[in-house]
Every structure is written in structure tokens, then in C-alpha cells.
């Protein structure tokens, strides 16, 4: 059962309560395996009450507290405190991000549960912060993919949005991506196009292009956004002078690094399509200290 304190913060940070408590309730269960945590009940007296404090060990972006205190939640059912909630953003190293107090035993049970989910969504948060530190005064925005770790979807692109960063498509409902693939199947570029506005025409349809001339041809058809897919920049500035006066928006793709990240946004593009940011993130350092 989500406590009063754990759904504010879920709805702060936007996330569904039902979908965060079901996983939070799988997470604790994997962890558990039908049994006990035996170090705990071997080691801490069952009546014993405390009060334990996630700390960062580094500098950076926090992302998903109210994802760990589902997790203690599943374990406390309900019986913790919640002394001190920090919204998701960044931190130093050494902060108290999130303060509880509650039987040990709950809280230790709960810990490597909580810290697995804080630690992974909080490293997406500041692998993007980092991204849209490298372009930032370029008016480029870094945007994710459907890269993500399957069913941690929705979390993974909340901590984006908490990095800085914009959301594609949550789903292949949401709009239409035409790539290489339904280009080849469609007979064409523009002709996959066209064929998706004729069954959705009230959807965005995204096209991705591989040349300049791709580009020229899906402007011409009425695309609303062109994925320019591994150009060089002088490809990728072409390929704006030729959106950017039609209102068609360009997102680059592939080939993709922090260090040409600047670079890359200084040619127009409005987007940079980051795979990586949910896909290749690594973990934040953060721990559980009883005080």
C-alpha cells in the first residue's frame, strides 16, 4: 500500500501510482524470492526502529525518489516515515536526498530494491543533463528513443524530462516513424510516407532520411519532422536550409557522441536523437545510511 507521502511524490513527479506500486511490489518480491531476508532477521532486532538517509556518493542528477519510497512501501506496508522528500533535480555528493525512519529490518529489506531503481533513473538524469550541458545556447534540444529497458519505460523517460532532456514517441501508436525498413517495403521514401498520412492523417509522421535529396523529396510531401540519419554536417546544414523555411522540424541520428554533440546542434537541427541517454546510462552512486 503507497503511503500519503509516496503518491504526492509520484504525482509531482508524474508517474502513475498503480503502475510504480506494481513494479515497486515485483522488484521487492525478485528480491525476496519467496522467502526472507535472512541477514536481517538474523542480525537486527524485529522491534528495533531507526532512521536511514539516501545519500549520493557523487554529484549529479537524482531521479525516481518517489520510485524508492514505493519500494520501501511495499516492504513497510504503509508503517514508514517519511522525514525528509527532496524533489527529483540535481544534487551534490553527501546531500540527504530522501530521510525515513522505520523498523531496520524494513529498511534494510527494502534497500537494494530501492537503490537499484534511485541509482539506474538517476544515471539517466545526469547522462542528459550532460547531453544538454554540451549543446546548450544552440536552441537543440536532446530527445530519447524507445531504447529503454522493457517495462521501466515511462520511469526511464521521466528522467530524462528530469535531466533536461524531451520525450519522442512513449509508444509506436503515438506517431508514425517511417524508416528504412517501411521505406524499402513502401517502394520509396515518399511513398511510405504518403501512405502513412492517407490511414493516419491526424498523427505526425516523422520520416527518417539517409540523404539530402530523401530530405528534398519528404519536405515536398508534407513531412512534419525529418530524422536525418548519420549525415555529415555539411549534409546536415542542407538538410535544415531546406526544412527550416517549409516549418518542418530535423532531428540527427546516429553516429552521435558528447563530443561532437555541439557541433552537430550548431548546423540548426532542433533535436538530437540520443539513444544512449536510457539505453547506456551509467548508474548514479548513491547509498543508504542508517543514521
Not at 544515471?123 to 545556447?137: K, N, P, Q, S
Amino acid at each position: 500500500m503507497l503511503t500519503r507521502p509516496t503518491l504526492e511524490a509520484l504525482a509531482a513527479a508524474g508517474l502513475d501510482p498503480a503502475a510504480v506500486e506494481a513494479l515497486a511490489v515485483r522488484t521487492v518480491e525478485e528480491d525476496l524470492a519467496g522467502g526472507l531476508d535472512v541477514t536481517s532477521v538474523a542480525t537486527v532486532p524485529f522491534d528495533l526502529e531507526g532512521t536511514a538517509a539516501f545519500v549520493p556518493r557523487q554529484a549529479g542528477v537524482v531521479a525516481g525518489i518517489a520510485v524508492a519510497m514505493a519500494c520501501l512501501d511495499a516492504v513497510a506496508d504503509g508503517d514508514v516515515g517519511y522525514d525528509l522528500v527532496r524533489p527529483d533535480g540535481p544534487a551534490a555528493a553527501g546531500d540527504t536526498v530522501l530521510q525515513v525512519t522505520g523498523l531496520v529490518r524494513t529498511l534494510l529489506t527494502a534497500e537494494r530494491s530501492a537503490l537499484n531503481l534511485l541509482c539506474h533513473l538517476s544515471g539517466i538524469a545526469t547522462l542528459t543533463a550532460t547531453w544538454v550541458a554540451a549543446v546548450d545556447g544552440t536552441g537543440a534540444r536532446i530527445r530519447d528513443t524507445r531504447k529503454t529497458t522493457p517495462g521501466l519505460r515511462a520511469l526511464e523517460k521521466a528522467a530524462v524530462v528530469v535531466g533536461g532532456g524531451v520525450n519522442h514517441r512513449m509508444s509506436l501508436a503515438d506517431a508514425a516513424l517511417v524508416k528504412d525498413n517501411h521505406v524499402v517495403a513502401a517502394g520509396g521514401v515518399a511513398a511510405a510516407f504518403e501512405a502513412v498520412r492517407r490511414m493516419w492523417p491526424d498523427l505526425d509522421v516523422e520520416v527518417e532520411c539517409d540523404t539530402v535529396e530523401q530530405v528534398a523529396d519528404v519536405v515536398a510531401a508534407g513531412a512534419d519532422l525529418v530524422l536525418l540519419d548519420n549525415m555529415s554536417l555539411l549534409d546536415l546544414r542542407a538538410a535544415v536550409e531546406i526544412c527550416q523555411p517549409k516549418g518542418v522540424r530535423t532531428e540527427a541520428s546516429g553516429g552521435l557522441s558528447l563530443e561532437r554533440a555541439r557541433a552537430v546542434a550548431e548546423t540548426g537541427v532542433d533535436f538530437l536523437s540520443v539513444g544512449a541517454l536510457t539505453h547506456s546510462a551509467p548508474v548514479l552512486d548513491l547509498g543508504l545510511d542508517l543514521l
